[in-house]
């Protein structure tokens, strides 16, 4: 079975331009989950969704990020414009319903604002 | 405060030595459930195993184990006969249901493990 793809894996660009990362989740999972890892604050959750619907976006740092989920297959994180301090690894994830489910995660994408 | 805490930054251990990477947790709420990730140098984050708080028996996954000690607040992974991959990041990370809805995770620091030849 297919795990969670996320795309791009890695991307570089310039402070000021929109960064999109996408995902797509585990087909059949009704939860999707978007983190930020970093060295000086570990992994964050930003955003979760459940059956597409926005549930917690508290995580979320600035007005900057943006999230959606237009259907179950598809979801995109949206940084617009991005700076310097928004370099890190984000990852996306999936879980089939709540309680003892694990979350399965993608690949991640390394995220470079110079 | 922190909910999930790992002291051990690093670990060293010889291939085929047992390693224990240690947890402990803060929760008042009677239901939550432990995860134990590993994050290789590749990057990817894989989960290895789960305990519930009103499970009876400490949880086994091939070589992973759990020493799970409810009153101490503890959720040791326990590696056994260590191979020269599971050199990693290892996270352990805790659900609490909230209120109502589902409950997410809250992760710890991580622990380095190198398993040296």
Redesign the interface.
């Known amino acids: 079975d297919a795990g969670v793809i996320q795309s791009p894996r890695h991307e570089v660009t310039e402070m000021g331009q929109e960064v999109t990362l996408r995902c797509k989740p585990i087909s059949g999972h009704d939860y999707l989950f978007w983190y930020r890892q970093t060295m000086m604050r570990g992994l964050e959750l930003l955003i979760y969704f459940n059956n597409n619907v926005p549930i917690d976006d508290s995580g979320m740092p600035e007005d900057r990020f943006s999230a959606k989920m237009p259907n179950a297959s598809f979801s995109t994180l949206k940084i617009q414009p991005s700076e310097p301090r928004d370099s890190a690894v984000y990852f996306c994830a999936s879980s089939f319903g709540g309680g003892n489910q694990p979350q399965h995660f993608g690949d991640g994408t390394r995220l470079s604002i110079l | 405060a922190q909910k999930i805490t790992q002291t051990q930054p690093g670990m060293f251990v010889q291939e085929k030595e047992a390693v224990t990477l240690d947890c402990t947790y803060d929760t008042s709420d009677p239901s939550y ?1 432990l ?1 134990w ?1 590993k994050q290789p140098s ?6 290895l195993i ?1 305990q ?1 708080s009103y499970d009876q028996q400490n949880a086994t996954e091939g070589r992973y184990s759990l020493n799970f000690q409810k009153a101490r607040k503890s959720a040791n992974l326990v590696i056994s006969a260590s191979q020269l991959g599971d050199s990693a990041m290892y ?1 352990c990370a805790m ?1 609490e249901p909230p209120g109502s ?5 809250t ?4 622990t380095m493990l190198l398993v040296s030849p």
């Open positions: 459930g995860f990730y590749s990057g990817e984050m894989i989960f789960y519930g996270f659900r809805g589902y409950s997410t995770l992760f710890g620091k991580g």
